[in-house]
């Protein structure tokens, strides 16, 4: 999508949003591409899903319960949810 109609359709100065989807393409969770004189942006997903793996792990520490209510759709999907399995502790003959 054109820088412009973004920055129209959130209600910001074209200023206001260069700023912010600098940041954000820095980050990664943005892309964009010149088209002539325009400069079209779209997400990029993987970095997006990536970010809320993170949060989702930083915030359920491995349990899906707690994030459940907050990320329902996510944390249902999140590997990063998945209790991990406790590692036996055999000790070595040698």
């Not at 940041?23 to 002539?36: D, H, I, K, P, T």
């Not at 209510?69 to 399995?85: Q, S």
């Amino acid at each position: 999508m054109p820088a412009g109609k973004i920055a129209e359709s959130v209600g910001v100065a074209p200023s206001t949003f260069s700023f912010h989807v600098a940041a954000l393409e820095r980050a990664g969770l943005v892309r964009s591409e010149r088209a002539q004189r325009q400069i079209l942006y779209s997400a990029n997903l993987n970095g997006v899903r990536e970010l809320l793996t993170f949060l989702l792990d930083d915030c359920c520490g491995g349990h899906p319960e707690i994030c459940a209510n907050l990320f329902p759709d996510i944390a249902a999907e999140a590997a990063c949810c998945t209790p991990a399995r406790p590692k036996s502790r055999k000790r070595s003959t040698r």
